[in-house]
């Protein structure tokens, strides 16, 4: 049972980068999936979840900015961010709510934004 973050990296300011989280090994149903973010020294913030319906929720900090995407059979979600800015900078990790197992947190992924 794991969530496998990827897709972080350094972007120049106004740039774009994709994230990707890959559910494995679970039976259960998922219920939300989604993103935190923490950087340094502030404490972890939600940036953007979603449903097993499809029903989306942003941090206003975001919003219009990114987009968040999920397959429910490949039990994957993704984080299309565009028009970064510098203090996106963070560790980024995804979850999920599964039914029986609560809540499975992936490794965490870097995104660096230069001004």
């Known amino acids: 049972v794991q969530l496998q973050a990827s897709g972080g990296g350094l972007v120049q300011a106004g740039g774009s980068l994709r994230l990707s989280c890959a559910a494995s090994?679970?039976?259960?149903?998922?219920?939300?999936m989604g993103w935190y973010r923490q950087a340094l020294g502030k404490q972890r913030e939600l940036v953007a979840v979603?449903?097993?319906?499809?029903?989306?929720n942003y941090a206003d900090s975001i919003k219009g900015r990114f987009t968040i995407s999920r397959d429910n059979a490949k039990k994957i979600i993704d984080l299309q961010m565009s028009g970064l800015k510098p203090e996106d900078t963070a560790v980024y990790y995804c979850?999920?709510?599964?039914?029986?197992?609560?809540?499975?947190w992936g490794q965490g992924t870097q995104v660096t934004v230069s001004s």
């Open positions: 979603v449903d097993s319906h499809g029903t989306t």
């Open positions: 979850y999920a709510e599964v039914r029986r197992l609560g809540t499975l």
């Open positions: 090994g679970i039976a259960f149903p998922i219920y939300t």
